[in-house]
């Protein structure tokens, strides 16, 4: 059971989780495109992120990430003034795998990719299977969603 | 916290002198990960602090849970080839992109891209 973390640091609560939980693999994988002119980029879960995300009671809401991401992107950003909100603000429950793929996504892909995934002439973005991905990376410079895709499926 | 808390500022060791906590708490890495740019995409093998890694071609980013205070913080990296008994010719340079996220690339001493396992450890203040 995980210890009533309110207001402990997040790195603390990370020590905790790195001791006590399995780290879980996931098979999930997210296929990106964050710009027309280069290829697609590919988000892995981290096994010791994901075990926290499934335990609960660890991680921050992703709102707060966004609040961070803010400040960091002022012209006038020098150093994170409202770390607290990484450590004070309540952390969330459990997760199951796929609401965590949700979260990983709003935390580490740009908002411009997951704001409008599908409001392009083509989806900017994929949740799949590590076994749908091409077996090999001899030409993973030129990867790309397929235009072909059913979003309806 | 429900686990053990041991609160000192000093450190005191029998005849070697003193240090104060600080040291250990500013010193300590706050982040690792271990990967292989090999593996199809990479996967960490090993890490603490890190949520995911992101596949940008020879670029891997490492994403940060709990942020740095700011981008001047540093990251050090090092590479083998992955062999057991040749682990030369892999070069890791690192970039602080954001303070959650650190961009890694694999090259040789030639400058090409290269494969290999990749070790990043990050230091400096958490925010």
């Known amino acids: ?153 | 916290m429900a686990f053990g808390t041991l609160k000192a500022d000093t450190l005191t060791h029998s005849t070697a002198g003193s240090l104060t906590t600080d040291y250990v708490v500013n010193g300590s890495a706050k982040a690792w990960v271990n990967f292989d740019t090999g593996d199809n995409p990479p996967v960490a093998d090993g890490s603490f602090n890190v949520s995911s890694l992101t596949d940008n071609t020879t670029e891997i980013e490492v994403n940060l849970t709990s942020a740095m205070s700011d981008i001047y913080y540093a990251p050090v990296s090092s590479g083998g080839s992955g062999t057991v008994t040749n682990p030369s010719n892999r070069l890791v340079a690192t970039n602080a992109q954001t303070t959650a996220k650190v961009d890694t690339e694999m090259y040789s001493a030639a400058n090409a891209n290269e494969t290999g396992h990749n070790h990043i450890v990050v230091h400096g203040d958490l925010a």
């Open chain 1, 1 to 153: 059971m995980t210890p009533d973390f309110t207001g402990t640091h997040l790195w603390d609560r990370l020590c905790w989780a790195k001791e006590n939980l399995e780290p879980h693999q996931s098979d999930y994988r997210v296929v990106y495109e964050d710009s027309i002119d280069e290829c697609a980029k590919i988000l892995v879960p981290d096994p010791n992120w994901m075990a926290c995300a499934l335990q609960g009671g660890i991680l921050p809401p992703v709102e707060v990430y966004w609040e961070l991401a803010k400040d960091e992107a002022q012209p006038d950003f020098k150093k994170h003034t409202r770390g607290y909100l990484l450590h004070e603000t309540p952390p969330i429950g459990p997760m199951t795998e796929e609401q965590a793929i949700e979260y990983l996504i709003m935390k580490d892909c740009p908002q411009s990719v997951w704001q409008t995934w599908d409001e392009g002439n083509r989806p900017k973005m994929v949740i799949c299977k590590k076994e749908q991905l091409p077996a090999t990376r001899e030409w993973r410079n030129s990867w790309r969603i397929s235009d072909d895709l059913d979003l309806a499926a």
